[in-house]
C-alpha cells in the first residue's frame, strides 16, 4: 500500500508485487487561509482524510487486509504539525505554502549566513517555506503553545505515528526543514538550540524503507486495516515519485511535468552548486543524493490556455466523453515542429531555475496572421521543452551524467508531448505503467522493510515497468537547436524589460 499525503487531497494506492494497480481511491481536503502569508489545515483533517481513502480502497479491492504485507507513506515536504504530550495537535497545521515566517527567515540567514546553510542542509536559500522558519515564528508568536509542544512531525511522520504510534521519520523527508545536516544524517544542532527546541521533541531519523512498526488496534479499528501490516518509513513526494518511476541510481533523470515542472538527478554524493542555483536533498535510495531543480508553471500554462481560449475543445469534449486536453493536443499535432517560428516564454508566475526571476513574465514572439490556435498550442508545448533543456544543461554542466530522462506527470499521457521533449532534448524519453509514481515509490519502500524484495533494485525490477519509450529524431533536433538558441536570446533580450 502507498499513502500520498498531498496539498490538498490524499490518494491510497494499493499494488501486487508486480506494481500492477489494484485499487486506488483519494480524498480532498481544502486549505484555510485565516489572513494573507496564513496557509493551514486543521491536523485532524489529514487523518480523516487518509482514513476515508484507506476504507474506499479496502471496499474497492475487496481483499482481506491482513494480506497487505507492508504500508509506505510519502507526503509534501515543511508542512508540520505539532503535538501535546497526549499525542493530540496543539494547533493546526502549517502548510508549505504558508509564507508568515518572512521575519523568522531573516533571522536564520543573519545567524548562520545562507553558505553556512547551503553547505550543511542542502537547501540554497533561506525562505519562510523551511519548517524551521514556521517553528522559530511559533517560538516568537506563540509562545504559550511554543512552550507545550511535545513532538514535531512532517505529514508523513504523523499518519505514520497514527497508525503505529511511533515516533519515526526519514532522510529524504527531512532535507527541506533546514533542520537536518544531510552529509551526516543528523539533526543540526546549533539551529535547534537558535530556535530553542532539542532533538526529543522530533522523530527518530530512520533510513527509507525501514519498518516502524505494525499498525495498532486503534488505527486497524478506525481503517480498516489489519495489525499484521507493517508501516515502514516512506519517502519526500518527489524522492518517492523518482523511485516509483525506477530513477534510483546516477544516470537516470525523472522529469514531472504537472501544473510545475520538477527534476530529479540521482546522484552517488552530495553535490552543491558553487553559486547555489538548486538545492541538493538526501535521497530515499539508501546513499544516494539528488538535484532538484523546479520551475512554477509547465502544466499550468496549458492548463491557463484551456481555461482561457479552450472554450470550443472543453465543449466538444463533454459531447464525446473526452478529455479537452487530447483535444488540444490534436490541434498542436497539425502545427509543424518548430510552431512556424513562434516561441513562447512559459513564466506566467515568474521563473525559477535557472532563471530565478521572480518579475518574469510570459512572452509570445514572432506571432503573424498566419499562426492559429495549434500554433500557440505547440509553443506551449514545446517551451516546457525548452526550459526543461535549460534545467539539464544546468545539471550537466555541474558534471551530472544524463543517460536517458523518465517522465511522470500529467504531460507524459501526451504520446506528442513525449516526442516534443525527446526532440528538444535529443534523448531518450521513457514512460512507465502507472501514473501513482509517488504511491508505488512508498510501496516499493514498504516492500523493502517486510523483506518482499532483497533491495531497492529487485523491488524496481518487479514492480516498475517502461509503458513506452520516445527516440529522439535528428532532423528535428537541428530544428529545434536552432529554435531553442533563439529561446535563450529571447529571454536574455527582455529580461530588463519586466
Not at 459 to 478: R, T
Amino acid at each position: 500500500m502507498g499513502i500520498d499525503v498531498g496539498t490538498t487531497s490524499v490518494k491510497c494506492v494499493l499494488f501486487d508485487q508486480k506494481g500492477r494497480v489494484i485499487a486506488s481511491r483519494n480524498s480532498e481536503y481544502e486549505l484555510s487561509m485565516p489572513q494573507p502569508d496564513f496557509v493551514e489545515v486543521p491536523a485532524e483533517t489529514y487523518w480523516s482524510a487518509t482514513k476515508e481513502c484507506l476504507v474506499k480502497v479496502l471496499n474497492e479491492s475487496r481483499i482481506d487486509s491482513k494480506d497487505i504485507m507492508g504500508i509506505g507513506i510519502s507526503s509534501q515536504g515543511e508542512s508540520f504539525v505539532a503535538l501535546r504530550k497526549d499525542g493530540k495537535p496543539l494547533r493546526r497545521a502549517i502548510v508549505w505554502l504558508d509564507n508568515r515566517s518572512k521575519d523568522e527567515a531573516k533571522l536564520i540567514d543573519d545567524e548562520f549566513g545562507v553558505d553556512n546553510v547551503y553547505r550543511i542542509t542542502g537547501q540554497n536559500e533561506v525562505i519562510p517555506t523551511w519548517t524551521a522558519t514556521k517553528i522559530l515564528w511559533m517560538k516568537r508568536n506563540e509562545p504559550s503553545l511554543f512552550e507545550r509542544v511535545h513532538k514535531y512531525l512532517l505529514l508523513q511522520d504523523y499518519i505514520t505515528y497514527l497508525l503505529t504510534g511511533n515516533f519515526a521519520t526519514e532522510y529524504s523527508m527531512v532535507c527541506s526543514s533546514l533542520l537536518f545536516d544531510i552529509s551526516h544524517r543528523k539533526w543540526w544542532s546549533e539551529i535547534l538550540d537558535f530556535i530553542s527546541i532539542d532533538e526529543d521533541q522530533l522523530p527518530e531519523l530512520k533510513p527509507s524503507g525501514t519498518p516502524v512498526g505494525n499498525v495498532t488496534l486503534e488505527a486497524a479499528r478506525e481503517t480498516g486495516l489489519h495489525t499484521r501490516s507493517i508501516v515502514s518509513t516512506g519517502a519526500y513526494d518527489q524522492a518517492a515519485n523518482a523511485i516509483g518511476a525506477g530513477n534510483i541510481r546516477s544516470g537516470v533523470i525523472t522529469e514531472t511535468t504537472g501544473g510545475a515542472l520538477a527534476v530529479i538527478a540521482t546522484l552517488d554524493q552530495v553535490l552543491l552548486d558553487p553559486v547555489r542555483r538548486m538545492p541538493c536533498h538526501h535521497h530515499a535510495v539508501e546513499g544516494k543524493y539528488f538535484l532538484q531543480p523546479w520551475c512554477q508553471t509547465a502544466g499550468a500554462v496549458l492548463k491557463w490556455y484551456r481555461d482561457r481560449f479552450g472554450s470550443s475543445e472543453i465543449e466538444a469534449a463533454k459531447r464525446m466523453g473526452a478529455d479537452p486536453y487530447d483535444l488540444l493536443m490534436l490541434e498542436a499535432s497539425k502545427v509543424p515542429p518548430g510552431s512556424d517560428g513562434l516561441i513562447l516564454l512559459p513564466h506566467l508566475m515568474g521563473a525559477a531555475s535557472p532563471e530565478f526571476n521572480p518579475n518574469a513574465k510570459g512572452v509570445l514572439f514572432g506571432l503573424t496572421l498566419y499562426h492559429g490556435h495549434g500554433h500557440v498550442i505547440r509553443a506551449i508545448i514545446e517551451s516546457i521543452a525548452y526550459m526543461l533543456r535549460r534545467n539539464l544543461e544546468l545539471l550537466q554542466g555541474l558534471g551530472v551524467e544524463i543517460r536517458e530522462v523518465r517522465s511522470t506527470g500529467g504531460a507524459a499521457r501526451s504520446p506528442l508531448w513525449n516526442q516534443v521533449k525527446a526532440d528538444v532534448l535529443q534523448k531518450p524519453i521513457l514512460t512507465v505503467h502507472t501514473e501513482e509514481t509517488a504511491a508505488l515509490g512508498v510501496a516499493m519502500l514498504a516492500g523493502l522493510a517486510t523483506e518482499a524484495f532483497n533491495s531497492l533494485e529487485e523491488a524496481a525490477g518487479s514492480m516498475v515497468s517502461i509503458k513506452g519509450k520516445f527516440s529522439p529524431l535528428k532532423a528535428n533536433g537541428e530544428l529545434y537547436d536552432r529554435q531553442y538558441k533563439k529561446y535563450i536570446k529571447l529571454y536574455a533580450c527582455v529580461e530588463n524589460l519586466f
